[in-house]
């Protein structure tokens, strides 16, 4: 086996995604899911669930999403079949109880929903108010917090139960971060798509272009980003280019954006680049809107790049956020990108042509400075447009305030909102740590972000200007308005 | 007449940027910027003839910055152009 796997269920949704990408390479119209399931789940005992029947019919589920059947555009859904309906109550007695003489769990619930049964603990839910007292002074870790991980991950509270216990997204709510869809231990959550689609498109031998998000750098372990190029060449794109180019172009836009803002003495500016962020405040503040720096992501602006010196380029933008596709479907942007696939999707559709990255040679990937490919990680975006101002002598006042994941931006967002923000600029990245931990990446681990660095450090170009030096970025809209 | 100069990877690192540069300075130099377009793009195909360009959609040529001068001085003298 050539890849490691987080996880059974990225394993298990790798299978998926692979079959989806196969039928489309094969160009066929109607696709056997059943045929399909049986090939996944060949049985005779079941792997995860009670029987194999009840496997492969989630499976034959998760194919229809896979295979882009379902008429539902959502970005991110829940498979209903595959929910585990874990338990509602969030505090959980466990076995390590003694039933001590403190009774510490008692005496600190402020409801008084904890007494003793039969010399044990015992919780009354209809009193729990979740405050969590219990298991913070129980000196034998006897009580566990079972919340569900869909609902702990969930930045924004958009999880709801139903009666049948059921995970329920409120789109209402929903800013598709997608940690539900990588956190759920079930897999019953997943998002929407376009593996089959862009498959079926380069075995017509559409002229698509792969724009690749820097975070690329840390996914595939023991490979050299070069043969990922040569991998992607080799299926059919037409070339590969790195999204960082349009995070150049974006920190160029972005700094006049900013000094210009300042000029007309707005009080501060946040960053566009992490749909996630930008969906947050459109949810949760949306007094502030007018805040969110105009200017276009580096997908985006790519994208436009592409298509403004190809005419009949198909643009398909390979990274790890599932927001992204939210992105790409707004009105306003589908004229820069076709498709966005994530990184778990790229790998299916190099296992569907049955391409072992690493035993491939290396093809150059170098488009982009070493400040552009720094977008991927926490504090990146800031860092550039800093650079840039030094780098060209800008007289402005610019004090980046970074945010760590979805709850740190919405904080930071409340605090500008009230004047209390130490700064005048947001950097908003919804994924702790940056892209790098986007819900669709390959791989979670802490040296990802030095990896990134590496790879930062091999760009041919230094600077922002000296990547830009001869991009010509008039024809390109680069702003939203 | 338009000519696209590569600005793809291998491209790139084979120098494309300096190509662009010195066709900027001569076209400039020449009074050609409204009779000649130049343009980037995306891989041409032709990545071990680095840096390639594209003549008026029609022939990809191999190109270094020594090489821009006689190029369009040869370009010049097919149109009739004075340079």
């Known amino acids: 086996m050539e890849y490691k796997f987080e996880s059974n269920t990225q394993e298990l949704k790798y299978k998926v995604l692979k079959a989806a990408a196969k039928a489309g390479f094969n160009k066929e119209k109607r696709v056997s899911k059943s045929k399909l399931a049986k090939e996944i789940i060949p049985g005779p005992k079941p792997s995860f669930r009670c029987c194999i029947h009840k496997e492969r019919t989630i499976i034959k589920e998760r194919l229809q999403i896979a295979l882009h059947e379902e008429k539902d ?34 005496n600190s619930c402020p409801v008084d929903a904890v007494y003793m049964v ?11 108010i979740e405050c ?35 995970a329920k997204i409120n789109y209402e709510k929903c800013i598709s971060c997608g940690q539900c869809a990588y956190n759920c231990p079930f897999g019953a959550i997943t998002d929407i798509s376009y593996v089959k689609d862009v498959a079926q498109d380069l075995a017509n031998k559409v002229p698509m272009y792969a724009l690749i998000a820097p975070s690329i750098a840390s996914q595939f ?48 500016m946040t960053t566009s680049c992490c749909p996630s962020f930008v969906n947050l405040i459109e949810a949760n503040a949306k007094d502030q809107v007018n805040h969110i720096s105009t200017t276009v992501s580096p997908m985006v602006a790519l994208g436009r790049l592409v298509k403004d010196l190809h005419k009949d380029a198909v643009t398909v933008f390979i990274g790890p956020c599932i927001a992204k596709k939210h992105e790409a479907k707004k009105p306003e942007f589908k004229d820069a990108i076709d498709y966005v696939i994530t990184f778990e999707e790229l790998r299916s559709l190099l296992g569907a042509k049955d391409i072992v990255v690493c035993d491939m040679p290396e093809d150059p990937l170098n488009n982009a400075s070493y400040q552009g490919r720094m977008f991927a990680v926490q504090g990146g975006v800031a860092s550039s447009i800093t650079n840039y101002i030094i780098d060209n002598n800008l007289d402005v006042d610019f004090q ?70 001869v991009i010509n970025t008039l024809n390109l809209k680069l702003h939203k308005k | 007449m338009d000519i696209n100069v590569c600005i793809g990877s291998a491209c790139h690192l084979k120098g494309s940027y300096d190509v662009i540069k010195e066709f900027q300075k001569l076209l400039k130099e020449y009074n050609l910027e409204d009779k000649i377009t130049l343009k980037g793009a995306f891989c041409l195909n032709h990545c071990v003839e680095a840096v390639s360009t594209k003549i008026d959609n029609e022939k990809v040529i191999s190109m270094t910055p020594e090489k821009v001068k006689p190029l369009l001085e040869e370009i010049a003298k097919e149109h009739k152009w004075n340079i």
């Not at chain 1, 039969?118 to 729990?128: D, F, H, L, W």
């Not at chain 1, 790098?436 to 990896?451: E, R």
């Open chain 1, 73 to 106: 555009e959502s970005i991110i859904k829940v498979i209903d079949s595959a929910c585990e309906q874990c338990p509602i109550q969030r505090y959980t007695v466990t076995d390590a109880c003694r039933g001590c003489i403190a009774r510490s769990c008692e």
């Open chain 1, 118 to 128: 039969a010399g044990r603990a015992y919780i009354n839910y209809e009193k729990c």
């Open chain 1, 132 to 166: 969590g007292k219990c298991k913070e002074t129980c000196q034998f870790n006897a009580i566990s917090d079972t919340l569900r991980p869909c609902r702990r991950s969930c930045p924004v509270d958009a999880i709801e139960i139903d009666d049948s216990k059921i």
């Open chain 1, 221 to 268: 372990n023991n490979t050299k980003i070069g043969q990922v190029t040569h991998s992607l060449k080799k299926i059919g794109f037409k070339d590969v280019i790195e999204v960082a180019l349009g995070a150049d172009i974006v920190i160029k836009t972005e700094t006049e954006e900013f000094i210009q803002r300042m000029e007309e003495n707005n009080n501060y």
């Open chain 1, 400 to 469: 980046p305030v970074l945010s760590n994941g979805a709850k740190e931006c919405l904080k930071n967002i409340n605090l500008a909102k009230y004047g209390k923000l130490k700064g005048n600029f947001i950097e908003g990245m919804a994924c702790n740590g940056g892209c790098i931990s986007g819900p669709g990446s390959l791989t979670h681990q802490k040296k990802d972000a030095n990896t990134i660095k590496q790879y930062a450090l091999k760009a041919k170009e230094k600077t922002t200007n000296d990547a830009l030096e």
